[in-house]
């Protein structure tokens, strides 16, 4: 068989040689929210942990992969068909791509990558035990709301007001919306929470954190602001906001801070567990990895052009500075 007939589905749904090669390889099904191109490094980590494991597409597994554009309500008919395709596993990226597959499958084992609690979120019974058919890694993102609104007043001590970006679309959006406001509150600040569940709606948010007088924004966890990262980072800079997200790549792509864990190691792990379920571990038995490190970083060059003289103090508290 010529290699190009091996060509890798992450781009799209169309059906390759699964057919043919059905019976031969173990074949994962891939479920992501967002896109292919938009969750690159995210897939390279995945592969990276897929052939630290000894496997390696179209050698001796396939793939089926679904994406969703952001339109998480496209998932649950995704997943579905996954399942009567009887895949041998599902890799979920991402907690919405997660809730679609748990509701789809009880036998099938499924491998997730969530800025949830996997416990909290019903995915698993415990992180030590997950107990079903379900296991994979967290970073807790939500947890970390209040650190974000934290750091950012830090960098800005004279705010009063601040906003806070979610998806109303997102299952974490209301835990990591009552986090926030108690830290908020704890603070003295008045914050703000801004929805938009397509990139769209993106200029709007911008416009009215303009109109609130807020002093900064504090980015939610979600696919959607992942996949559009460089927009979200080049919209701050053009609307002059001093922002903070949880993906280093904001920082990079010209964001003030980041504060979180390394998703891509997220993904590289769950690409681990996907080999080592193929192998013939069960999910039932493989702990939830979750992230322990998380990471400042500060972009100095970013602070400049914004006019945020950040305090010494938190410089020395990050793990990386851009200038």
Do not use: C
């Not at 998932?75 to 791509?97: C, N």
């Amino acid at each position: 068989m010529r290699r190009r007939e091996f060509i890798t589905l992450i781009g799209g749904g169309a059906v390759w040689p699964y057919m043919a090669r059905a019976e031969q390889l173990p074949v994962i099904g891939l479920l992501g929210a967002a896109t292919a191109s938009g969750w690159a490094p995210q897939l390279r980590a995945f592969f990276q942990g897929l052939r630290d494991g000894g496997y390696a597409e179209g050698r001796n597994v396939a793939i089926e992969a679904r994406w969703a554009d952001n339109k998480y309500d496209r998932l649950p008919a995704m997943a579905a068909e996954l399942a009567q395709r009887q895949v041998t596993l599902i890799a979920a990226f991402s907690t919405p791509s997660a809730r679609a597959a748990k509701a789809a499958t009880a036998t099938i084992p499924i491998v997730f990558s969530t800025t949830a609690d996997p416990v909290q979120m019903g995915f698993v019974a415990s992180l030590n035990r997950p107990g079903g058919n379900m296991t994979g890694a967290t970073i807790l993102s939500v947890e970390v709301g209040g650190k974000l609104l934290e750091l950012l007043h830090e960098a800005v001590p004279t705010a009063k007001i601040m906003a806070l970006l979610v998806n109303p679309t997102n299952p974490q959006t209301d835990t990591l919306s009552r986090n926030t406001q108690a830290a908020a509150r704890a603070s003295a600040l008045q914050l703000h929470v801004l929805n938009a569940s397509t990139e769209r709606e993106f200029d709007t948010v911008f416009a009215k954190v303009a109109q609130l007088r807020a002093a900064g924004l504090i980015i939610g966890s979600d696919v959607l602001f992942t996949t559009w990262i460089e927009q979200l980072a080049a919209l701050t800079l053009r609307h002059a906001v001093p922002a903070v997200f949880q993906n280093r790549a904001f920082v990079s792509a010209g964001g003030l801070m980041s504060y979180g864990g390394n998703t891509t190691e997220s993904y590289r792990q769950i690409g681990l567990y996907t080999a080592r379920i193929l192998k013939g571990e069960k999910p039932a038995e493989l702990p939830v990895v979750r992230a322990t490190k998380v990471e400042l970083i500060i972009n100095l060059k970013t602070a400049k052009t914004l006019g945020v003289n950040v305090p010494n103090t938190l410089i020395g508290r990050a793990d990386e500075v851009i200038e």
